[in-house]
Protein backbone atom coordinates (compact mmCIF):
# COMPACT_ATOMS: atom_id res chain seq x y z
CA UNK A 1 0.00 0.00 0.00
CA UNK A 2 2.73 2.58 0.97
CA UNK A 3 4.59 1.51 -2.34
CA UNK A 4 1.13 2.67 -4.17
CA UNK A 5 0.49 5.41 -2.45
CA UNK A 6 4.32 6.55 -3.23
CA UNK A 7 3.43 5.85 -7.19
CA UNK A 8 0.90 7.63 -7.36
CA UNK A 9 2.22 10.81 -5.54
CA UNK A 10 5.35 10.52 -7.88
CA UNK A 11 2.74 10.07 -10.76
CA UNK A 12 0.48 13.44 -10.01
CA UNK A 13 3.77 15.16 -9.65
CA UNK A 14 5.39 14.41 -13.00
CA UNK A 15 1.72 14.67 -14.70
CA UNK A 16 2.04 18.65 -13.16
CA UNK A 17 5.40 19.11 -14.52
CA UNK A 18 4.74 17.86 -17.70
CA UNK A 19 1.59 19.91 -17.92
CA UNK A 20 3.30 22.76 -17.26
CA UNK A 21 5.05 22.35 -20.87
CA UNK A 22 2.49 20.26 -22.58
CA UNK A 23 0.71 22.91 -24.41
CA UNK A 24 2.04 26.49 -25.05
CA UNK A 25 4.47 26.37 -22.00
CA UNK A 26 3.48 28.72 -19.92
CA UNK A 27 -0.01 28.76 -20.96
CA UNK A 28 -0.97 25.46 -19.26
CA UNK A 29 -3.67 26.65 -16.39
CA UNK A 30 -3.28 24.07 -14.04
CA UNK A 31 0.49 24.75 -13.91
CA UNK A 32 -0.49 28.66 -13.65
CA UNK A 33 -3.08 27.88 -10.89
CA UNK A 34 -0.49 25.80 -9.23
CA UNK A 35 1.71 28.29 -8.98
CA UNK A 36 -0.28 31.03 -7.52
CA UNK A 37 -1.26 28.14 -4.59
CA UNK A 38 2.10 27.69 -3.92
CA UNK A 39 2.63 31.30 -3.34
CA UNK A 40 -0.34 32.03 -1.76
CA UNK A 41 0.56 29.31 0.80
CA UNK A 42 3.89 31.12 1.45
CA UNK A 43 2.33 34.03 2.23
CA UNK A 44 1.99 35.99 -0.60
CA UNK A 45 -0.58 37.99 -2.12
CA UNK A 46 -0.78 37.43 -5.89
CA UNK A 47 -2.71 39.60 -8.38
CA UNK A 48 -2.77 39.23 -11.86
CA UNK A 49 -1.70 41.90 -14.08
CA UNK A 50 -1.43 41.74 -18.82
CA UNK A 51 0.94 42.79 -21.39
CA UNK A 52 -0.45 45.18 -24.39
CA UNK A 53 1.49 46.27 -27.43
CA UNK A 54 4.19 49.58 -27.44
CA UNK A 55 4.75 51.10 -30.17
CA UNK A 56 5.47 55.02 -29.75
CA UNK A 57 6.50 55.10 -33.34
CA UNK A 58 3.23 54.60 -34.58
CA UNK A 59 1.38 56.59 -31.31
CA UNK A 60 3.61 59.58 -32.12
CA UNK A 61 2.67 59.58 -36.34
CA UNK A 62 -0.66 59.39 -35.25
CA UNK A 63 -0.56 62.31 -33.22
CA UNK A 64 -2.15 60.42 -30.42
CA UNK A 65 -2.73 62.61 -27.23
CA UNK A 66 0.04 62.35 -24.78
CA UNK A 67 2.55 60.81 -26.98
CA UNK A 68 4.81 64.21 -27.91
CA UNK A 69 7.84 61.90 -29.23
CA UNK A 70 9.15 58.88 -30.32
CA UNK A 71 11.79 58.15 -28.50
CA UNK A 72 13.58 56.06 -30.59
CA UNK A 73 13.52 55.87 -34.94
CA UNK A 74 12.68 52.20 -34.59
CA UNK A 75 9.51 51.40 -36.00
CA UNK A 76 9.25 47.83 -34.76
CA UNK A 77 6.01 47.46 -31.75
CA UNK A 78 7.36 46.10 -28.45
CA UNK A 79 5.42 45.14 -25.19
CA UNK A 80 4.86 46.80 -21.87
CA UNK A 81 3.74 45.02 -18.92
CA UNK A 82 0.54 46.18 -17.51
CA UNK A 83 1.01 45.59 -13.59
CA UNK A 84 -1.65 45.97 -10.71
CA UNK A 85 -1.18 49.14 -8.82
CA UNK A 86 -1.18 47.34 -5.68
CA UNK A 87 -2.86 44.71 -3.51
CA UNK A 88 -4.96 47.99 -2.70
CA UNK A 89 -6.06 48.74 -6.25
CA UNK A 90 -5.46 45.17 -8.37
CA UNK A 91 -7.53 45.86 -10.71
CA UNK A 92 -6.26 49.17 -11.76
CA UNK A 93 -3.76 48.23 -14.43
CA UNK A 94 -0.35 50.60 -15.18
CA UNK A 95 2.58 50.74 -17.50
CA UNK A 96 4.17 52.82 -14.67
CA UNK A 97 4.25 51.13 -11.71
CA UNK A 98 5.87 51.44 -8.40
CA UNK A 99 7.27 48.49 -6.25
CA UNK A 100 7.82 48.01 -2.55
CA UNK A 101 11.13 46.56 -1.52
CA UNK A 102 10.06 42.83 -0.92
CA UNK A 103 7.62 42.55 -3.72
CA UNK A 104 8.07 41.33 -7.61
CA UNK A 105 6.68 41.48 -10.82
CA UNK A 106 6.79 37.79 -12.53
CA UNK A 107 6.41 36.87 -16.06
CA UNK A 108 5.55 33.40 -17.37
CA UNK A 109 5.17 32.28 -21.06
CA UNK A 110 7.34 32.01 -24.45
CA UNK A 111 9.99 33.83 -25.86
CA UNK A 112 9.20 35.96 -29.05
CA UNK A 113 9.34 34.10 -32.18
CA UNK A 114 12.79 34.39 -34.51
CA UNK A 115 14.53 37.88 -34.96
CA UNK A 116 17.59 39.36 -35.06
CA UNK A 117 16.85 40.95 -31.22
CA UNK A 118 14.62 40.95 -28.02
CA UNK A 119 15.25 42.13 -24.61
CA UNK A 120 13.54 42.33 -21.73
CA UNK A 121 14.52 45.97 -20.38
CA UNK A 122 13.42 47.18 -17.17
CA UNK A 123 13.45 50.95 -16.96
CA UNK A 124 13.32 53.76 -14.08
CA UNK A 125 10.72 55.77 -15.87
CA UNK A 126 9.94 58.57 -13.70
CA UNK A 127 10.89 60.23 -10.39
CA UNK A 128 10.50 63.29 -8.17
CA UNK A 129 13.14 65.70 -8.59
CA UNK A 130 14.26 68.25 -5.92
CA UNK A 131 11.59 70.40 -6.90
CA UNK A 132 8.93 67.92 -6.02
CA UNK A 133 8.17 67.55 -9.84
CA UNK A 134 7.39 64.05 -10.98
CA UNK A 135 10.18 63.85 -14.45
CA UNK A 136 10.34 61.53 -17.22
CA UNK A 137 13.47 59.57 -17.35
CA UNK A 138 13.36 56.61 -19.14
CA UNK A 139 16.53 55.35 -17.59
CA UNK A 140 17.93 51.78 -18.02
CA UNK A 141 18.71 49.71 -14.71
CA UNK A 142 21.72 47.63 -15.69
CA UNK A 143 21.57 45.19 -18.66
CA UNK A 144 18.49 43.34 -20.21
CA UNK A 145 17.98 39.89 -20.18
CA UNK A 146 18.38 39.16 -24.05
CA UNK A 147 17.98 36.43 -26.87
CA UNK A 148 21.97 36.05 -25.89
CA UNK A 149 21.65 35.70 -22.41
CA UNK A 150 17.87 34.33 -21.52
CA UNK A 151 17.76 31.15 -19.34
CA UNK A 152 15.24 28.81 -21.32
CA UNK A 153 15.11 25.36 -22.77
CA UNK A 154 15.91 24.05 -26.47
CA UNK A 155 18.87 24.65 -28.88
CA UNK A 156 17.33 28.31 -29.96
CA UNK A 157 16.22 31.26 -27.58
CA UNK A 158 13.31 31.90 -29.51
CA UNK A 159 9.92 30.43 -28.94
CA UNK A 160 10.85 28.80 -25.62
CA UNK A 161 9.68 28.63 -21.83
CA UNK A 162 10.62 31.71 -20.21
CA UNK A 163 9.79 32.72 -16.80
CA UNK A 164 11.55 36.35 -15.56
CA UNK A 165 11.18 37.90 -12.12
CA UNK A 166 11.56 41.19 -11.69
CA UNK A 167 12.76 42.51 -8.06
CA UNK A 168 15.08 43.91 -5.56
CA UNK A 169 14.74 41.33 -2.86
CA UNK A 170 16.78 38.55 -2.63
CA UNK A 171 14.73 36.80 -0.12
CA UNK A 172 11.57 36.84 -2.52
CA UNK A 173 13.18 35.93 -5.60
CA UNK A 174 14.45 32.64 -3.60
CA UNK A 175 10.43 32.12 -2.59
CA UNK A 176 9.22 33.22 -5.98
CA UNK A 177 11.92 30.57 -7.22
CA UNK A 178 10.58 27.56 -4.96
CA UNK A 179 7.11 28.41 -5.82
CA UNK A 180 7.83 28.06 -9.69
CA UNK A 181 9.98 25.35 -9.69
CA UNK A 182 6.84 23.52 -7.02
CA UNK A 183 4.33 23.95 -9.68
CA UNK A 184 6.34 22.55 -12.42
CA UNK A 185 8.40 24.78 -13.82
CA UNK A 186 12.56 23.78 -14.42
CA UNK A 187 14.85 25.94 -13.08
CA UNK A 188 16.77 26.30 -16.24
CA UNK A 189 13.88 28.48 -17.90
CA UNK A 190 14.20 31.30 -14.42
CA UNK A 191 15.50 34.69 -15.09
CA UNK A 192 15.71 37.05 -12.44
CA UNK A 193 15.81 40.90 -13.29
CA UNK A 194 17.26 43.45 -10.30
CA UNK A 195 15.72 46.47 -9.43
CA UNK A 196 18.52 47.81 -7.44
CA UNK A 197 17.26 49.22 -4.30
CA UNK A 198 20.59 51.58 -3.82
CA UNK A 199 19.42 53.06 -7.04
CA UNK A 200 16.15 53.42 -6.26
CA UNK A 201 13.24 55.28 -4.74
CA UNK A 202 11.48 52.12 -3.54
CA UNK A 203 7.55 51.86 -1.88
CA UNK A 204 3.89 52.94 -2.33
CA UNK A 205 4.12 56.61 -1.94
CA UNK A 206 4.01 60.33 -4.19
CA UNK A 207 7.68 60.45 -3.87
CA UNK A 208 8.41 57.29 -4.98
CA UNK A 209 9.95 56.33 -7.91
CA UNK A 210 7.82 54.96 -10.79
CA UNK A 211 9.30 51.56 -13.14
CA UNK A 212 8.69 50.23 -16.50
CA UNK A 213 9.41 47.50 -18.26
CA UNK A 214 9.05 46.85 -21.83
CA UNK A 215 9.87 43.76 -24.63
CA UNK A 216 11.86 45.33 -27.10
CA UNK A 217 12.10 43.42 -30.46
CA UNK A 218 13.63 44.16 -33.92
CA UNK A 219 13.75 42.71 -37.00
CA UNK A 220 11.78 39.49 -37.35
CA UNK A 221 12.40 36.54 -39.41
CA UNK A 222 8.90 36.40 -40.15
CA UNK A 223 6.79 39.48 -39.97
CA UNK A 224 3.56 37.71 -39.72
CA UNK A 225 5.05 35.39 -36.99
CA UNK A 226 6.37 38.90 -35.08
CA UNK A 227 2.99 40.45 -35.42
CA UNK A 228 1.17 37.65 -34.22
CA UNK A 229 3.30 37.43 -31.24
CA UNK A 230 2.20 40.75 -30.20
CA UNK A 231 -1.32 40.55 -30.86
CA UNK A 232 -1.38 37.38 -28.66
CA UNK A 233 1.29 37.88 -26.13
CA UNK A 234 1.95 34.05 -24.90
CA UNK A 235 3.05 35.90 -21.17
CA UNK A 236 1.13 36.32 -18.13
CA UNK A 237 2.00 38.66 -15.66
CA UNK A 238 1.40 38.55 -11.75
CA UNK A 239 2.13 41.33 -8.91
CA UNK A 240 3.64 39.16 -5.78
CA UNK A 241 3.69 41.07 -2.43
CA UNK A 242 4.09 39.78 1.28
CA UNK A 243 1.57 39.67 3.48
CA UNK A 244 3.21 40.26 6.21
CA UNK A 245 5.48 42.91 6.85
CA UNK A 246 9.05 40.96 6.58
CA UNK A 247 13.27 42.45 6.19
CA UNK A 248 14.46 43.27 3.20
CA UNK A 249 17.24 41.81 1.99
CA UNK A 250 18.40 43.58 -0.79
CA UNK A 251 19.79 42.48 -3.63
CA UNK A 252 23.23 44.49 -4.41
CA UNK A 253 23.85 46.55 -7.83
CA UNK A 254 24.24 44.15 -10.04
CA UNK A 255 27.98 43.58 -12.30
CA UNK A 256 27.46 44.91 -15.65
CA UNK A 257 28.20 42.29 -18.38
CA UNK A 258 32.26 42.95 -18.56
CA UNK A 259 32.90 46.31 -21.30
CA UNK A 260 36.36 47.39 -20.42
CA UNK A 261 37.03 46.79 -17.00
CA UNK A 262 32.92 46.02 -16.06
CA UNK A 263 33.92 48.09 -13.14
CA UNK A 264 30.45 50.79 -12.34
CA UNK A 265 29.50 53.57 -10.38
CA UNK A 266 25.84 52.45 -10.21
CA UNK A 267 25.92 52.10 -6.03
CA UNK A 268 26.86 55.87 -6.37
CA UNK A 269 23.76 57.08 -7.83
CA UNK A 270 21.84 58.32 -5.12
CA UNK A 271 25.08 60.14 -3.62
CA UNK A 272 24.73 62.53 -6.77
CA UNK A 273 21.14 63.91 -4.87
CA UNK A 274 23.50 63.70 -1.48
CA UNK A 275 26.25 66.47 -3.53
CA UNK A 276 23.45 68.49 -4.71
CA UNK A 277 22.19 69.00 -1.00
CA UNK A 278 25.48 69.67 0.46
CA UNK A 279 26.67 72.42 -2.30
CA UNK A 280 22.83 73.69 -1.63
CA UNK A 281 23.53 74.40 1.78
CA UNK A 282 26.98 75.65 1.67
CA UNK A 283 25.64 78.55 -0.68
CA UNK A 284 22.84 79.81 0.74
CA UNK A 285 21.37 82.46 -0.87
CA UNK A 286 21.01 81.09 -4.60
CA UNK A 287 17.92 79.51 -6.09
CA UNK A 288 18.82 76.22 -7.65
CA UNK A 289 17.22 75.04 -10.28
CA UNK A 290 17.36 71.54 -11.89
CA UNK A 291 17.54 71.37 -16.20
CA UNK A 292 18.01 69.10 -18.99
CA UNK A 293 19.70 70.24 -21.57
CA UNK A 294 19.61 68.95 -24.93
CA UNK A 295 21.16 69.93 -28.66
CA UNK A 296 18.58 70.64 -30.81
CA UNK A 297 18.52 69.51 -34.54
CA UNK A 298 19.38 72.26 -37.11
CA UNK A 299 17.40 71.06 -40.65
CA UNK A 300 20.77 70.62 -42.52
CA UNK A 301 21.71 67.96 -38.84
CA UNK A 302 22.16 64.38 -39.53
CA UNK A 303 22.15 61.32 -37.27
CA UNK A 304 25.47 61.33 -38.39
CA UNK A 305 26.79 64.18 -36.85
CA UNK A 306 24.25 63.50 -33.90
CA UNK A 307 25.69 60.16 -33.40
CA UNK A 308 28.94 61.28 -33.63
CA UNK A 309 28.95 61.99 -30.37
CA UNK A 310 27.98 58.26 -29.57
CA UNK A 311 30.46 57.07 -31.87
CA UNK A 312 27.63 56.04 -34.35
CA UNK A 313 26.73 56.73 -37.90
CA UNK A 314 23.37 56.64 -39.00
CA UNK A 315 22.73 59.05 -41.82
CA UNK A 316 19.25 59.50 -41.36
CA UNK A 317 18.03 63.49 -41.84
CA UNK A 318 17.02 64.60 -38.20
CA UNK A 319 14.59 67.32 -39.90
CA UNK A 320 12.73 63.94 -41.44
CA UNK A 321 12.27 62.57 -37.64
CA UNK A 322 11.71 65.71 -36.01
CA UNK A 323 14.34 65.09 -33.71
CA UNK A 324 15.44 66.64 -30.18
CA UNK A 325 18.96 65.09 -29.99
CA UNK A 326 19.32 64.58 -26.73
CA UNK A 327 21.93 62.68 -24.88
CA UNK A 328 20.47 61.77 -21.45
CA UNK A 329 20.22 58.26 -21.17
CA UNK A 330 21.33 55.41 -23.23
CA UNK A 331 20.51 51.87 -23.42
CA UNK A 332 23.95 50.05 -23.14
CA UNK A 333 22.31 47.79 -26.32
CA UNK A 334 21.59 50.68 -28.69
CA UNK A 335 21.41 54.82 -28.70
CA UNK A 336 19.01 56.60 -30.79
CA UNK A 337 18.16 60.47 -31.32
CA UNK A 338 15.22 61.23 -29.17
CA UNK A 339 12.77 62.87 -31.24
CA UNK A 340 9.86 65.88 -30.09
CA UNK A 341 6.93 67.59 -32.50
Given at each position: ?????????????????????????????????????????????????????????????????????????????????????????????TSNFQLGPE???????????????????????????????????????????????????????????????????????????????????????????????????????????????????????????????????PLHLFRVTP?TETIANPFP?????????????????????????????????????????????????????????????????????????????????????????
Amino acid sequence: MRVQRFLAFGLAWLGLTLCAFSQSPGQDHRALAAFRKALRQDGFHVNTGATTVLNLVAAWCASTPGFDHALYSNNQPYLQLLVPKSTQEPGQLTSNFQLGPEEAIVLIGLTPPPERYFGFYPFLRTRVNAEGTRQSLWATLGDAVNNATVKTTGPMPFNSPVALIFTPDQGTDARVRAALQQAGYPAGIINTVVFPASMLNLGHSNAADELFVALRNALWQNEADGNAYIRNPPLHLFRVTPRTETIANPFPAPRLRVRGTGQTEMDLMNKLGQLREAIITANGGFIPRTSLRSRPCTRDMTTSSVDSIRGETAGIPCSSLRATCLNLVRLRNSRWPMTSS
